[in-house]
């Protein structure tokens, strides 16, 4: 497949990207480059490939949720101005 400058246009145009016409070339060569790579790999023969099961879970190690550190609210609420119920307190920016 071969595109020519028209199809580029169009292309820029669906992708709402500017491009002068002393790009078209240039970009054309390049978009023909990719599509000669998507026709060689579409030659390649998958008949005889069999698929291979993978199991998500044996990949993924999992650990157990621990805590590691003891509660900390009581020295972080130290650094509040004003604190209520084990919260930071704000003045109020609704009405």
């Known amino acids: 497949m071969s595109l020519n400058q028209q199809d580029i246009r169009k292309i820029a145009t669906l992708a709402r990207i500017k491009i002068e016409?002393?790009?078209?070339?240039?970009?054309?060569?390049?978009?023909?480059?990719i599509m000669?790579?998507?026709d060689q790999l579409n030659t390649i023969d998958?008949?005889?490939?069999?698929?291979?099961e993978v199991s998500l879970q044996s990949l993924m190690h999992e650990r157990e949720d621990e805590i590691t550190e003891p509660s900390q609210v009581e020295a972080?609420?130290?650094?509040?101005?004003v604190a209520h119920h084990h919260?930071?307190?704000?003045p109020k920016v609704v009405e």
């Open 87 to 90: 919260m930071f307190a704000v």
């Open 21 to 33: 016409d002393s790009e078209i070339p240039a970009i054309a060569e390049q978009l023909n480059g």
């Open 46 to 52: 998958l008949k005889n490939i069999q698929e291979e």
């Open 76 to 81: 972080i609420l130290m650094n509040a101005p």
């Open 36 to 38: 000669n790579w998507i």
